[in-house]
């Protein structure tokens, strides 16, 4: 069966742009969730969604912001793009909220110019 | 969730079985040991987990000690296809929330050929 799909898998925006982007959990599982990864930070945890509804959320700024549709598929959209949101966006998904083993996406490779 | 300590870099020659060890000292009764691995520029992979049994799938083995203080992941016959940076984690059962999900430095392991 299908994996964790994401896209686009790169993209080059400019500061103060917007972006968004986009996951398709495998199907069947309810649970997503969303990292930032880069090399400083390593893997820091964005949010979490489970049937449309955002159960958590880290340590980000108001400028990150994700939903989740009723088909389980997400969305993150990051506004006024700083040079710092350059990294690794990693979407995964579980089947749900009950700790179960999550499956991470290949990734979107953003970077800020 | 416990904290792990792996080492930071390991070589393997090809053919042969890599072992990454993992320390989780701290860890409790309701918490899985779950092993990932990342290659370059790609996103987390899922190998294994397990809660106190030793388990095996198509990738890896997975050795956990009595105690559950540690771990080590074993691939029979390395390939240069399995040089990746590899991961371990603890995360509990039950419902919980995945900004738990923490990847430490993890394991640099090398498959020389």
């Known amino acids: 069966k299908a994996g964790v799909t994401q896209t686009p898998r790169y993209l080059i925006k400019t500061r103060g742009q917007q972006v968004t982007l986009s996951c398709s959990p495998i199907?069947?599982?309810?649970?997503v969730s969303w990292y930032q990864q880069t090399p400083g930070q390593g893997l820091q945890f964005l949010f979490e969604?489970?049937?449309?509804?955002?159960?958590n959320k880290g340590n980000f700024p108001g400028r990150f912001s994700g939903r989740q549709f009723s088909n389980s598929r997400s969305e993150m959209n990051v506004s006024t793009l700083e040079l710092g949101d350059s990294a690794l966006y990693l979407c995964?998904?579980?089947?749900?909220?009950?700790?179960?083993?999550?499956?991470f996406g290949e990734g979107s490779w953003l970077t800020v110019v | 969730d416990a904290k792990t300590t792996q080492p930071t870099s390991m070589d393997c020659a090809e053919g042969r079985a890599a072992n990454l060890p993992c320390n989780h000292s701290?860890?409790?009764?309701?918490?899985?040991v779950y092993w990932y691995r990342q290659i370059h520029s790609q996103g987390p992979q899922y190998i294994i987990h397990?809660?106190?049994n030793n388990e095996t799938n198509e990738m890896a083995s997975l050795i956990i000690t009595e105690d559950r203080k540690s771990s080590t992941l074993i691939l029979p016959h390395a390939t240069l296809r399995d040089t990746a940076v590899y991961y371990c984690?603890?995360?509990?059962?039950?419902?919980?929330?995945?900004?738990?999900?923490?990847f430490g430095p993890g394991t640099s392991l090398s498959v020389i050929p």
């Open positions: 199907s069947g599982h309810r649970s």
């Open positions: 701290t860890i409790s009764g309701n918490e899985y």
């Open positions: 995964a998904s579980s089947l749900d909220k009950f700790g179960n083993t999550i499956y």
């Open positions: 969604y489970f049937s449309e509804t955002q159960r």
């Open positions: 984690i603890v995360r509990r059962s039950g419902e919980t929330s995945y900004d738990k999900v923490i």
């Open positions: 397990g809660l106190k």
